[in-house]
């Protein structure tokens, strides 16, 4: 067969069956990536800015600004870490969660606009509105310390121990200072043991001394890892925690992931 007879077979679906296949495989993730990340990321704020100014059109700093910026923002700091570009990344990661709450107003919005026919410029302030106020209470409550407590049934020879139980601090977009508060309220518990159930950082290259607070625990502490340890380099985690005594790691290659348990030097504490 020649090559244009073979290309006429491919473009009448008759010739190299696995080629397309190949083609979609390949094309669908990047599709659905792209789907999602403009029906998320880029058309809320599109849709709302459109609505408050009918007469707007966005030049093509803007247009980039919006589209791109997200993403640049939070790739910038894994390509140069710094101060600068590690608060550009926690930028970006806020603007993700903004872009959420957008998302999540609008798409209803949409589905109501059609039955009722809502004022296009009321409805776009009113979004709007609503997206900065749940964002500012977002922003206020991820700084709360709140403490819970559950009482969990036990034999009885474990009656009356205290774990402690945190997870989630996220070193990296937030300073810290964040895990220096949560380290204090911690001890104020005084419990018998420490449990760090992952996302202790999310970002690449956190300084030890960010990480210094972990030292404070006077209880046991044990600690495993999350996806964002993951995300990042895991490796570095024993290298992170001067206070770690020692480190065991458990391998399950059959899904590719490394999982670690590292555990304090326990410390005498005053009953």
Not at 80 to 90: D, E, F, I, K, N
Not at 233 to 241: L, N, P, S, T
Request: glycine content about 6%; overall charge positive; some cysteine.
């Amino acid at each position: 067969m020649s090559e244009a007879d073979e290309a006429r077979a491919v473009a009448s679906g008759r010739g190299r069956p696995g080629t397309l296949r190949q083609v979609l495989r390949r094309a669908s993730p990047a599709a659905v990536f792209t789907l999602i990340y403009f029906g998320i990321l880029v058309y809320p704020l599109m849709r709302m800015l459109f609505l408050c100014f009918p007469g707007w059109r966005p030049d093509t700093p803007i247009l980039l600004l919006i589209m791109v910026g997200p993403l640049a923002g939070r790739l910038c700091y894994e390509w140069l870490p710094g101060p600068v570009t590690r608060w550009l990344s926690a930028v970006s990661l806020t603007w993700l969660g903004l872009c959420f709450i957008a998302f999540t107003l609008v798409a209803p919005w949409e589905v109501a606009n059609l039955l009722l026919a809502l004022d296009p410029q009321s409805s776009g302030w009113a979004l709007l509105s609503a997206t900065g106020a749940l964002t500012a209470y977002g922003l206020m409550n991820a700084q709360r310390l709140t403490v819970r407590q559950v009482d969990i049934p036990a034999p009885a020879e474990l009656q009356g121990l205290r774990l402690a139980q945190i997870s989630d601090v996220h070193v990296g977009s937030r300073s810290g200072r964040f895990l220096t508060r949560v380290v204090h309220r911690l001890n104020a518990q005084n419990p018998d043991h420490v449990l760090i159930t992952g996302d202790l950082v999310d970002f690449r290259n956190i300084q030890q001394q960010e990480l210094a607070a972990l030292g404070e625990i006077k209880a046991p502490a044990f600690f495993i890892i999350g996806n964002h340890e993951r995300y990042v380099d895991v490796d570095d985690i024993c290298r992170w925690k001067t206070w770690v005594s020692r480190c065991c790691a458990t391998r399950a290659w059959k899904s590719a992931e490394c999982s670690w348990l590292a555990s304090t030097t326990p410390k005498p504490r005053p009953r």
